[in-house]
């Protein structure tokens, strides 16, 4: 059974390009939250998703961020115009329920932006 | 306004030494406190959860135990391979997100 796969592990943009974050959650695991990781900061919370649903986006920057989990296929996070204060460590964790216990986090993606 | 303080924010301790990590929580209506460990380039690991003031969990050299104001994580006779980072959090309230502390970076020296 594998776990949450998040790709790609290392990701360098340039200045204004755009960063697209793919996470697959474990086999039977419905429920998706993404966090991210700055350099000695604790993980923050961004989103949590459900299939084809955001149920809280309440941690996403209001600008140039989004995130879907379509029906088919992996979550995907997406910074557009991405700045070097993006450049961060962005993990995913799954479960399988809509509850706090049972999170199995991916390995994550870091990205670069120079 | 809730917080989830961890210290210290690193310890060195040589292998044998035991020791522990204190996590203070100031959250309304605790619905548990979580423990992970996130090595170097990885995603934290689910160690333990907490409930209730008093409950205690072992796994190996670790016990994670619980009061009405912070939680700790015992060390016994760590291993080099205990080296890491450890991570709480708790959910907060109204929320199905964890909020998590800085963490303690813990080194053990052979």
């Known amino acids: 059974n594998a776990g949450v796969m998040q790709n790609p592990r290392h990701l360098v943009r340039r200045r204004g390009q755009e960063a697209r974050l793919r996470c697959s959650p474990m086999k039977g695991h419905s429920h998706v939250y993404w966090y991210r990781q700055l350099p000695e900061e604790g993980l923050k919370f961004m989103v949590y998703?459900?299939?084809?649903?955001?149920?809280?986006e309440s941690g996403m920057p209001k600008e140039r961020f989004s995130a879907e989990f379509p029906k088919e296929g992996p979550s995907i996070l997406r910074i557009q115009q991405v700045v070097r204060g993006d450049s961060a460590a962005y993990f995913c964790a799954s479960s399988p329920s809509g509850q706090a216990y049972g999170y199995t986090f991916g390995s994550g993606t870091r990205l670069t932006v120079v | 306004e809730d917080q989830v303080t961890q210290s210290p924010e690193a310890l060195r301790l040589q292998e044998g030494e035991s020791s522990s990590l204190n996590c203070s929580y100031t959250?309304?209506?605790?619905?548990?406190l979580f423990w992970y460990r996130q090595d170097p380039g990885k995603g934290p690991e689910f160690l333990f959860t907490l409930y209730s003031a008093g409950e205690e969990k072992e796994k190996e050299r670790l016990k994670a135990t619980l009061t009405k104001k912070e939680s700790f994580l015992h060390i016994t006779a760590p291993k080099p391979e205990d080296s890491a980072t450890y991570l709480c959090a708790v959910p907060l309230e109204g929320a199905n997100n964890l909020f998590f502390g800085t963490g303690t970076r813990l080194t053990v020296i052979p």
């Open positions: 959250v309304s209506g605790l619905r548990g």
């Open positions: 998703l459900q299939k084809e649903n955001i149920i809280d």
